[in-house]
């Protein structure tokens, strides 16, 4: 059973460490391409396919993070065997991240101590969820299904409706479902770039899969062909949508070429994630989530492994190493695109990434030993 328990962990953090890489390149692009950034949805007209793709690869990392993160909740209930531990684990941890996005995230990004901007991101939207989720973990297995699908089916019927006129109304809005600012005083404002709604039904369906396909009593063999139909299923489903073209995401449209055609059908709306991005996305996961399970005895696995492991550990280092390396670059070179400092290719971004993913390494894999070396110190739990 151990065997067991070992395998489906290791496919889990596995899948961590691929989202995190990728996520780098992401985020390689939002330092150092800014003076190109991408709307959206992307205007596709204005973006070339390399810089098109490459987001659309990033658009992974959040959903899987936030599946992982309520599939990693069940994993805790079911080796606590206690809920309210559970509970409380969520809620402080939630509690935590929303902590470290408001000061140490937003200083990473912005370089202000006392900021006069504020993002919430995707660690917000974590800790948000996870609280969340604690009041949802005690209810009928069944009512969790429910409302994690109702969440997800639905949300996007809430497109329309904006409370601009009601301004005591419109900043809970904007944190649950619209994309925007809250202005607080003369001189501070919240930008909601993540708002939670979509990302609570997402977490629930994380745990909802932890519960049906990573308990106990399921058989390796039994839980990666669940996965795979799964992914399949979700995959069809975004397509069948897509091509009716009436609800889920704004219409496609055919353009002047083919690409473009293909580019505009998987154009998908991450701010709120739509279902055909939650669809799209998660489907894909689940399928790496199977085939990483697999696959894990493969030695070049074993590197994704060591990065999600401590995946906040990670998420903090390179944000701070991107912006120390951007203010370096601004002092040697200044600003060659027009207020940015940037580089001139997506392909430079990628062997930007792949750099400082293999340079950071050692120091992410020392982390990772002193973290599961020192399981008594409990904050290490958050990292």
Not at 5 to 25: K, P
């Amino acid at each position: 059973m151990s065997a067991q328990i070992s395998q489906r962990l290791l496919a889990i953090d596995a899948l961590r460490g691929l989202i995190i890489l990728i996520m780098m390149v992401d985020h390689v692009r939002d330092t150092f391409y800014i003076h190109r950034q991408v709307a959206d949805p992307m205007v596709i007209a204005d973006t070339e396919p390399s810089l098109y793709f490459g987001r659309v690869l990033a658009h992974l990392c959040a959903p899987m993070f936030v599946f992982l993160t309520g599939l990693s909740a069940y994993l805790h209930q079911a080796k606590t065997n206690n809920v309210a531990m559970t509970r409380a684990f969520l809620f402080k941890r939630g509690l935590f991240l929303i902590l470290l996005e408001v000061t140490v995230i937003n200083f990473a990004w912005t370089g202000q101590l006392i900021p006069q901007v504020m993002y919430l991101q995707v660690i917000w939207a974590i800790g948000v969820s996870m609280i969340t989720l604690a009041a949802f973990i005690t209810l009928p297995k069944a009512t969790r299904w429910g409302f994690a699908i109702l969440i997800i089916a639905s949300h996007n019927l809430l497109d329309p409706i904006s409370f601009k006129d009601l301004p005591t109304i419109q900043p809970l809005w904007n944190i649950l479902h619209e994309r925007g600012w809250i202005t607080i005083g003369e001189h501070f404002k919240l930008r909601t770039s993540y708002p939670v709604l979509p990302w609570i039904g997402v977490i629930l369906l994380g745990y909802c899969f932890g519960e049906a396909w990573f308990n106990k009593s399921i058989q390796p063999k039994q839980r990666q062909t669940a996965l795979l139909k799964s992914g399949i299923y979700f995959i069809l489903l975004f397509f069948v949508l897509r091509f009716i073209n009436i609800y889920g995401d704004h219409a496609w449209q055919v353009m002047p070429t083919s690409l473009e055609t293909v580019m505009s059908f998987f154009n998908l709306t991450k701010y709120p994630p739509s279902l055909l991005f939650i669809l799209f996305n998660v489907g894909l996961g689940l399928l790496l989530l199977g085939f990483l399970e697999r696959k894990q005895h493969i030695s070049w696995i074993k590197p994704l492994v060591v990065f999600g492991s401590v995946p906040m550990f990670f998420y903090i280092l390179h944000l701070f190493v991107l912006k120390a390396l951007y203010s370096l670059a601004v002092m040697q070179y200044g600003l060659n695109h027009g207020k940015y400092f940037g580089l001139n290719s997506v392909f430079s971004l990628w062997v930007t990434a792949i750099i400082l993913s293999v340079a950071l390494y050692p120091l992410v894999a020392l982390f990772a030993r002193f973290k599961h070396n020192n399981k008594h110190i409990r904050i290490l739990k958050y990292f």
